[in-house]
């Protein structure tokens, strides 16, 4: 098992772009959520969903939307890149509780 | 609402001395804590969780409803436990597992 694998895992992005972070897990959890880690921030809840076809705003989601039109597919996009968006994403699946990683894209904007 | 402080952003300890990490969260109900940890270049695992009430690496954690309290501790440090420890809890609401984490403590363990 591959576990959580996130795609890519560094980025530079111009302000105004947009871009896809992709997360795919094959361990069919229904759970699956974005973080993003921030130095002196720790991990910050994006967006997050239940299921398929069920999304929920979490802490931070202003600049970001999701989709999860499958079980194992949890896209992250970023519509119009601010520098404020600057940070290393993190997703995740959870299953009993338990939350399993995947190892993180760096994005930088400039 | 939901918030987990952990108050040290930096934990210096030489090898074999104690290491306590602070935990303390607000919640109305009944929460689910965990302790994250983060090794160098590694991604985010579970340590451990206050249902399973193990022992981890050495590490162990006991939640005080009292004093809203999910401290780490162990008795004898490891240049290995270096590492970034947050501390997580879950409220079970409608948002499912959502995990609300601390900010982080930096274990540094010296030789």
């Known amino acids: 098992n591959a576990g959580v694998t996130q795609t890519p895992k560094f980025q530079v992005l111009k302000t105004g772009q947009s871009m896809t972070l992709q997360c795919a897990q094959d361990m069919n959890h229904e759970y699956m959520s974005w973080y993003r880690q921030d130095p002196g921030m720790g991990l910050r809840l994006i967006h997050y969903?239940?299921?398929?076809?069920?999304?929920d705003q979490g802490e931070v989601p202003n600049g970001y939307n999701v989709s999860r039109s499958t079980t194992e597919d949890f896209p992250l996009r970023l519509l119009s890149a601010a520098p404020s968006q600057t940070s290393v994403y993190f997703c995740?699946?959870?299953?009993?509780?338990?939350?399993?990683f995947g190892q993180g894209t760096r994005l930088t904007v400039v | 609402a939901q918030r987990v402080t952990q108050p040290e952003k930096l934990l210096s300890v030489f090898k074999g001395a104690p290491v306590e990490l602070k935990c303390n969260y607000s919640?109305?109900?009944?929460?689910?804590l965990f302790w994250y940890v983060q090794y160098s270049r590694q991604r985010l695992q579970l340590l451990l969780r206050h249902i399973s009430r193990e022992s981890i690496k050495g590490f162990t954690a006991d939640l005080n409803k009292g004093e809203t309290s999910f401290h780490l501790k162990k008795p004898f440090a490891q240049e290995e436990d270096s590492a970034m420890y947050y501390c997580?809890?879950?409220?079970?609401?409608?948002?499912?597992?959502?995990?609300?984490f601390g900010k982080g403590t930096s274990l540094l363990v010296t030789p």
């Open positions: 969903s239940v299921g398929a076809g069920i999304t």
């Open positions: 919640y109305s109900g009944s929460p689910e």
């Open positions: 995740a699946s959870s299953y009993d509780g338990e939350a399993f």
């Open positions: 997580a809890l879950s409220g079970h609401s409608n948002s499912g597992y959502a995990l609300n």
